[in-house]
T-cell receptor, first 114, second 115 residues
């Protein structure tokens, strides 16, 4: 079945440092979404990428979708303590019949030290 | 507030018991997804319902079952509970299933503790 791998599992940074998490799918994706889960909270949608090679920015966050639509990355510039949480990528498999199945990566837990 | 309501928030039960988790999707959303999140684990997809019909199944145990009712709320039934079933169970909803641009809106989750 489809697998979505995310690395690293944990990342500890000093406030002001940059942070990147990577997501790789075993199958081609129709789109990829990114979610953030604060400690004790629930996943909250950040963004969706649909096109091959797409790059989107949200303030200090930059999201990329690979040319082959099998990988993605999230980069945070100059982290702040408010960035703490777990970042998940989630992909929908291209084609097939399970349109509703959104497969999540294991997540990257980001800790920011002030 | 995502608009997705899950009850109860917390549940403590003994091994071998059966529980029902309830989810009310956002108004107008036809799709309901169930996910299991164990400690320090990612979100494991369990099952997806669209307008009352099962549309996709993940690694859901045979002891688990779900349904979506005509009013679109959904219930996840967990039976013969084991210690390893202790986890956070999330419900998410989205407007449709076939459209590309559909994000999932998550509820606050039900924390199940099996003792």
């Amino acid at each position: 079945g489809q697998q979505v791998m995310q690395i690293p599992q944990y990342q500890h940074v000093q406030e002001g440092e940059d942070f990147t998490t990577y997501c790789n799918s075993s199958t081609t994706l129709s789109n990829i979404q990114w979610y953030k889960q604060r400690p004790g909270g629930h996943p909250v949608f950040l963004i969706q990428l649909v096109k091959s090679g797409e790059v989107k920015k949200q303030k200090r966050l930059t999201f990329q979708f690979g040319e082959a639509k099998k990988n993605s990355s999230l980069h945070i510039t100059a982290t702040q303590t408010t960035d703490v949480g777990t970042y998940f990528c989630a992909g929908r498999r291209a084609g097939g019949t399970s349109y509703g199945k959104l497969t999540f990566g294991q997540g990257t837990i980001l800790t920011v030290h002030p | 507030d995502s608009g997705v309501t899950q009850t109860p928030k917390h549940l403590i039960t003994a091994t071998g018991q059966r529980v029902t988790l309830r989810c009310s999707p956002r108004s107008g959303d036809l799709s309901v997804y169930w996910y299991q999140q164990s400690l320090d684990q990612g979100l494991q997809f369990l099952i997806h319902y669209y307008n009352g019909e099962e549309r996709a199944k993940g690694n859901i145990l045979e002891r688990f079952s779900a349904q979506q009712f005509p009013d679109l709320h959904s219930e996840l039934n967990l039976s013969s509970l084991e210690l390893g079933d202790s986890a956070l169970y999330f419900c998410a909803s989205s407007p449709t299933v076939f459209a590309r641009n559909t994000e999932a809106f998550f509820g606050q989750g039900t924390r199940l503790t099996v003792v």
